[in-house]
């Protein structure tokens, strides 16, 4: 969102507001009017301190309400508000005007500061130029100088971060004091490489210097980096454009701050958005309307007037060469419309929606385009986790000042990060950078969703709050390949019973236990350690009284997950039969071996013997020998 436009500054006089309302849009180009009028001042150029005199003549325009309005330069009127205006009802006269104190002027930004600026001379509250612009410069008394230029964070192993943040400033971080140093010291806290300011003003010289980094100034939106910017255009007449070097990976960059009017989101919600040309009485307005707005085909004619559609689908082609010169592509700022995945069946009777479900033009051009929203990519769910951003509670403001629709839910996600797919790119993260609170109806309300908000230690100095996406650059990309499943090697598929065995597996997990198991029956083999890719190789023995037949060899890992290798058991190699009488057929019926279990169960057979018996039979033999050998003597001698 933005400021006011013009017209409808009179009624802010009348009313006594000194502040705009939220956001920062381009209108259409001011008209010059027939007439003879004339502006001059006495100075080209000012300090801060000092106080400059604007002469004027409105030739034969004279109205009530004719005015000046000073802009940020370059600023046509008509497009972003003016940052301060008065009323010269009068043919000629002489007005005043100082950056520091601006008595009789009406404010639409807290600071002026140092800058160049130019001064219009305007028709009857509206956008003719009866005269001008003229020129002027405000000086600092005393420039800080310029911080060392910031190191790019350095690459590891062939990856660099990247943070990008999308921040709506606010008249360019001048409505709270030291704007500029709350907007940097923020920039700080979310580590933020790459930032989108619309709403720009003098914030992206005066960040960039706060911080060391480099910055680009173009549209009303401006862009921060820590990375190097190698090269800057501008997309139409909304999107800032860098090429950026991230340790050597080429990553071109758009900032946009999309038209603010036609602010078709309102109307579901009973409210005008200012939405010029054919349509019922109060569209063309910012107040409630009669009853709310549901027929989505007339919704979505008017948001197609508002030029942001057109402008989505002329970045998506500069996207397309881009993207064919091999460089990635991100996109950032304040579209001042809602997303098509926001405004579905599962939100229709939420949040005001009134029923609506709309396939908003912007965003769906850009998904059309290929490329994708790192918040809704990272949380799916509109419903859970809305993500909203506009607008934002600011305790240093009423809440008057944060609303536009002071009788609905206007919460609204209109910032955005968006990316080209590539696999030299990964979304790693995205969250909401701002205050815990919004404005519901007029009321502060704490967001209660499932979106964690990250808020800073620094004044926060917008009505919007911020957007961080964190992405990793992978100059040989990024995609790790999917892991393979274990699977395990044996020397051979037939063992006898009593012989070793080499088993090997691979894709396991990395130095873990593992056991090793002979089944049917579980009988533990062994352990094997794996290595640091998951590997291992050991020998393990089956025991002497397996059966003979198939079974399984199974390794199980610490979670207790099971990979399975089939093993023929054969007959020991020394002429004897597990399961049977010594020379006899397993499972012919005969008397099994004493202590050899019921082999015929195919259960493993337990090895050796109990000599019990036969050692009883010894000694007992022995005894009546011993006795025959007493009595014989006994005859003898008798």
Known sequence: ????????????????????????????????????????????????????????????????????????????????????????????GEVTWNPSTRDGWTRNTAVMGAGEYDVYLLEDDGYNVLAGPIDITVTDAEPEPPLPPAEPKPEVDGKSGLNVLTFNVWHGGTQVENGAQQIADIIRETDADVTFLPEVGQAPAQVASLLGYQHLTATDTGIVSRYPIVSTDTIGRWWSKAVLDVNGSEVVVYGGHLEYRWYTTYLPRGYGGEIRGDWPAGWNTWNKLDAPVTDVEAILQANEQSGRPATAAELVADIDAERAAGRLAIVGGDFNEPPSQDWTAATADLFDHNGVVAPWQTTQTLLDGGLVDAFRTVYPDPVANPGFTWPADNVLFPTSSLTWAPEADERDRIDYIFAAPDERLSIDGATVVGPQSTIVRNQRVVDDSADEILTPDAVWPSDHKAVLASFTVCGGGCVTPE?????????????????????????????????????????????????AVGAFRTTVSVPAGTTPGAHSLVVIDPDGVETTAAITVTAPTDGTTPGGIPGGTPGSGGAAAPGSGNARDGSLATTGADSTPFVLGAVLLLGVGLGLVVMHRRRRLG
Not at 52 to 73: C, E, L
């Open 1 to 92: 969102m933005t400021s006011p436009s013009r017209p409808r500054r009179g009624l802010l006089a009348l009313l006594g507001a000194g502040v705009a309302f939220a956001g920062l849009l381009v209108a259409p180009t001011a008209h010059a009017a027939d007439g003879d009028g004339s502006l001059t001042s006495d100075a080209a150029s000012i300090a801060i301190d000092e106080t400059i005199t604007f002469s004027f003549d409105v030739g034969a325009s004279v109205h009530d309400r004719n005015w000046i309005g000073i802009y940020r330069d370059g600023v046509v009127p008509g497009g972003p508000a003016s940052l301060d205006w008065r009323y010269v009802p009068d043919k000629t």
């Open 483 to 531: 892991p393979g499943q274990p699977s395990l090697e044996i020397g051979s598929v037939a063992v006898a019973a009593g012989a070793s065995v080499a088993v090997e597996g691979t894709n396991f997990p990395a130095a873990a236990v593992l056991r090793i198991e002979l089944r049917s029956t579980p009988v533990l083999l062994g352990t094997a350690t794996t290595d």
